[in-house]
């Protein structure tokens, strides 16, 4: 079953523009599906996965080069870097654009490697799970989230509401496209493979780690703060290794694209402002499962609740940004004084400020801290409180109530 991505069409836009097109992303969300589905019968498909296909890759690159020319899709070309300055050297004596199409579920080994070999002839996109637009095939090609007036309305009329129990579900089983476009899917064995199968794969590929089960912990440890300021020293406390382990395995979870570091704003106007990133798990049913929470019920009604919550809305905020082809200008604001704001948007010099909250009933109280925004002398736009509410009000004259559909 195939689920039309919101990245189709930037795609086409690139692979019309460069040589070589690169999409990264965690394993499982739809990478390859996506440019197979793009690329259609004329392009051929070769794995890295293969154990044959490669140790030709790795030991006999030009020879590889032969066998399998342009136009082609190589999945996982972090797996044989040994490559890249043949394909580099293919793409030099024939600029033709759209050559060559690779997918990477490490992004940042991999960026290393293509930064010194295809500067200048790659373009570089990142994919995440489904977003709920994507899953329910509604409004795919809308642009990035902005919350403005004419915006909202636009994605007012083309999503439906969600009760409180479908989102809860919804978060529940989370974005890979295999469990979220097939309910007769085993939830639970589809996550317990994926977990080993990382563990097996790309784990060992990014480090030497010597105790699997102690990155297990680190990675449930994690999960459960999803949506969290991030404490490295309680973070490795809890998986008991040592910090310099946990900031090491901590970039193997980014790398990974399993999790997503909001950094804070922060200028030289005030010195009060805490400087520590949030973390986000990228997928809700991953964290979900790691932190063991056995149903949707469950899990609304448990100490994760609103955490989750934040974490399913950034995802989507992320998806709605990056499947277009743009890098998310995200950040947020907090100060030694307690004040916080969930998200800022950064866009054109204006903050767009954004809180998320569990509730159906948003008041001026949730956006108290919006005024705090006014010390960095930019212009603050459009700003709301992303909720559980039915319909999207003005709770100001420059704030209005989101609901999460809307998203």
């Known amino acids: 079953m195939y689920s039309a991505r919101t990245l189709e069409g930037y795609i086409s836009k690139a692979a019309a523009q460069f040589p070589v097109l690169l999409l990264t992303g965690a394993r499982q969300v739809g990478k390859t599906t996506l440019l197979r589905h793009l690329g259609g019968s004329e392009r051929a498909y070769v794995s890295l996965d293969d154990p044959l296909v490669l140790s030709l890759a790795r030991e006999d690159p030009a020879l590889f080069m032969q066998r399998f020319p342009a136009p082609v899709l190589i999945d996982e070309i972090q797996y044989a870097p040994q490559l890249l300055p043949y394909i580099k050297m293919a793409t030099d004596a024939d600029r033709k654009a759209g050559g060559f199409w690779l997918t990477g579920s490490q992004q940042f080994q991999l960026m290393r490697n293509v ?46 509401t969600m009760s409180l129990k479908d989102l809860y579900a919804h978060i529940w089983r989370g974005s890979f496209p295999a469990l979220a476009l097939d309910a007769k899917l085993d939830w639970k064995l589809f996550l317990n493979s994926y977990v080993q199968t990382y563990l097996q794969r790309d784990v060992r590929d990014l480090a030497q780690v010597g105790d699997e089960m102690a990155f297990l912990r680190f990675l449930r ?15 490795a406390r809890d998986a008991d290794v040592s910090a310099v382990t946990g900031r090491k395995w901590l970039s193997i979870l980014e790398a990974s694209g399993l999790i997503y570091l909001l950094e804070p704003y922060f200028t030289n106007v005030t010195k009060r402002m805490v400087k520590t990133p949030k973390l986000y798990f990228l997928d809700t049913g991953l964290a979900v499962y790691l932190t063991e929470w056995s149903s949707p019920e469950t899990l609304e009604a448990g100490a994760m609740s609103g955490a989750i919550l934040e974490t399913w809305i950034m995802g989507e ?12 200008p995200f950040y947020y604001y907090r100060d030694k004084d307690q004040k916080e704001v969930d998200l800022l948007i950064v866009q054109d010099g204006t903050i767009f400020p954004l809180e998320f909250k569990k509730t159906a009933s948003p008041d001026k109280h949730d956006i108290r801290h919006f005024s705090v925004l006014e010390k960095f002398g930019m212009p603050v736009g459009m700003g709301g409180v992303i909720c559980l509410a039915s319909q999207s009000l003005p709770l100001s004259q420059t704030a209005w109530s989101v609901p999460a559909s809307l998203i």
């Open 115 to 160: 930064s010194e070999s295809l500067a200048g002839r790659v373009a570089v996109l990142q994919l995440l799970g489904l977003s709920r637009r994507e899953s329910a095939s509604v409004g795919v090609d809308q642009g990035p989230f902005l919350p403005s007036a004419e915006f909202l309305s636009q994605r007012a009329r083309l999503m439906d």
């Open 221 to 235: 440890a994690s999960a459960a703060r999803t949506g969290q300021l991030l404490n490295i020293s309680e973070l």
């Open 317 to 328: 905020l992320l998806k709605s940004w990056l499947h277009n082809g743009l890098r998310p």
